[in-house]
T-cell receptor, first 110, second 114 residues
Framework: QKEVEQNSGPLSVPEGAIASLNCTYSDRGSQSFFWYRQYSGKSPELIMSIYSNGDKEDGRFTAQLNKASQYVSLLIRDSQPSDSATYLCAVQTGANNLFFGTGTRLTVIP | DVKVTQSSRYLVKRTGEKVFLECVQDMDHENMFWYRQDPGLGLRLIYFSYDVKMKEKGDIPEGYSVSREKKERFSLILESASTNQTSMYLC?????????????FGNGTRLTVT
């Protein structure tokens, strides 16, 4: 079983819609959770982090964490074509252990 | 803004060559990492370093070594390049002492081994 699982997609949503990206993890001791965005040909960039159960909002982005169910999600409201990218979920299980999922490719259709 | 610079964007090397990938960060970060990224496999940690001259193996260290002689520089070494080491290599850094391990990535080096 992989440490971090994501649907590879592609996930297509129309412009203005809500995009929902999901991630599950296997280690119950995981402490912190991250969403990175990676445009094609570019390196990943951090867009959200969360470490407490519940929701964390930052502009159009909302990260949701449910430790009991071992899943973390990212909602993108009012999706824009510029949001089209691969979104990587990352889970921190120790001081220096960060496991990445394989990413979900999102396409926002104008 | 944190800047992580990888010395080469593209590299083509022959099987058996010794290959050096260099990474420099300018934010005085304690932690530095080397990942490789392959389609369908995601990002996999090769090695990381949490201090000068300190190193720890990641998930896939075989065939690689690292060097960290100065805080700002972390080098990845392929002792004898093989075709299965053709990949995108990403260097990253982060500050220590944080609850959240937020990584800052370089632009990547696409290595092709022929």
């Amino acid at each position: 079983q992989k440490e971090v699982e994501q649907n590879s997609g592609p996930l297509s949503v129309p412009e203005g819609a809500i995009a929902s990206l999901n991630c599950t993890y296997s280690d119950r001791g995981s402490q912190s959770f991250f969403w990175y965005r990676q445009y094609s040909g570019k390196s990943p960039e951090l867009i959200m982090s969360i470490y407490s159960n519940g929701d964390k909002e930052d502009g159009r982005f909302t990260a949701q964490l449910n430790k009991a169910s071992q899943y973390v999600s990212l909602l993108i409201r009012d999706s824009q074509p510029s949001d089209s990218a691969t979104y990587l979920c990352a889970v921190q299980t120790g001081a220096n252990n960060l496991f990445f999922g394989t990413g979900t490719r999102l396409t926002v259709i104008p | 803004d944190v800047k992580v610079t990888q010395s080469s964007r593209y590299l083509v090397k022959r099987t058996g060559e010794k290959v050096f990938l260099e990474c420099v960060q300018d934010m005085d970060h304690e932690n530095m990492f080397w990942y490789r990224q392959d389609p369908g496999l995601g990002l996999r940690l090769i090695y990381f370093s949490y201090d000068v001259k300190m190193k720890e193996k990641g998930d896939i260290p075989e065939g690689y070594s690292v060097s960290r002689e100065k805080k700002e520089r972390f080098s990845l070494i392929l002792e004898s390049a093989s075709t299965n080491q053709t990949s995108m290599y990403l260097c990253a850094s982060s500050a220590s002492g944080q609850l959240e391990l937020s990584l800052h990535f370089g632009n990547g080096t696409r290595l092709t081994v022929t």
